[in-house]
């Protein structure tokens, strides 16, 4: 069955960087959009950013462009967000799932944790 297992979150000051990692199962990842989405405590799950299997076009949603950077590697089957220059609003839960610009799939992983705090 789809399965997505997101890593790499943590606590980290203003300012700072991360990289997350989302391993994904059960499609066939080469051929598919991937795309990171966020939600903070007591807003909607909102995209964040996206790429597409066949030219590595990339979307960023305004509030994290030129700060933070998905990529892909297709033999891991594995998505990425480096997220740099990372502020208190960036503070929320990253999930990965299929798509451009919305989820392809109900199921979500478990998300990581990234906090943005002094």
């Known amino acids: 069955q789809v399965q997505f297992v997101e890593s790499g979150g943590g606590l980290v000051q203003p300012g700072g960087s991360l990289r997350l990692s989302c391993a994904a199962s059960g499609f066939t990842f080469s051929i598919v959009a991937m795309s990171w989405y966020r939600q903070a405590p007591g807003k909607e799950r909102e995209l964040v950013a996206s790429?597409?299997?066949?030219?590595?076009?990339?979307y960023y949603a305004e509030s994290v462009k030129g700060r933070f950077t998905i990529s892909r590697d297709n033999a891991k089957r594995t998505v990425y967000l480096q997220m740099n220059s990372l502020k208190p609003e960036d503070t929320a839960v990253y999930y990965c799932?299929?798509?451009?610009?919305?989820?392809?799939?109900?199921?979500w992983g478990q998300g990581t944790q990234v906090t943005v705090s002094i």
């Open positions: 790429i597409t299997s066949r030219d590595d076009s990339t």
């Open positions: 799932n299929v798509g451009r610009f919305e989820p392809a799939y109900r199921t």
